[in-house]
Nanobody, 124 residues
Framework: QVQLAESGGGLVQAGGSLRLSCAASGRTSSRYAMGWFRQAPGKEREFVAVISGSGSTTKYADSVKGRFTISRDNAKNTVYLQMNSLKPEDTAVYYC?????????????????WGQGTQVTVSS
């Protein structure tokens, strides 16, 4: 089992920045692909970004490309999401996810493990 714990959410003005962290514990593995998803009120959960186990490959949703950066530190079992130039439409609960298959996580949004989520609110 792997436990994921997100942190770093909060309230920020439009144009501001936040950095989310996702700490993994338990039977962690650097082979796991890790990703970030988000769910706004009344909407379905959507893909934000994903990173391969080695960190060499990343993918982003078009809506965040150029503004968000996903990274990982395997020595710390932690994945990060640096969010810049935030917009009110970025407001959502952000979830961290982990799975053994990069493409499954990226394309299908299916993960073996999910965190509890952290709220990000961007005011206009």
């Amino acid at each position: 089992q792997v436990q994921l714990a997100e942190s770093g959410g909060g309230l920020v003005q439009a144009g501001g920045s936040l950095r989310l962290s996702c700490a993994a514990s338990g039977r962690t593995s650097s082979r796991y692909a890790m990703g970030w998803f988000r769910q706004a009120p009344g909407k379905e959960r959507e893909f934000v970004a994903v990173i391969s186990g080695s960190g060499s490959t990343t993918k982003y949703a078009d809506s965040v490309k150029g503004r968000f950066t996903i990274s990982r530190d395997n020595a710390k079992n932690t994945v990060y999401l640096q969010m810049n130039s935030l917009k009110p439409e970025d407001t959502a609960v952000y979830y961290c996810a982990a799975t053994g298959d990069f493409t499954t996580l990226w394309i299908r949004g299916i993960a073996d493990y999910w965190g509890q989520g952290t709220q990000v609110t961007v005011s206009s």
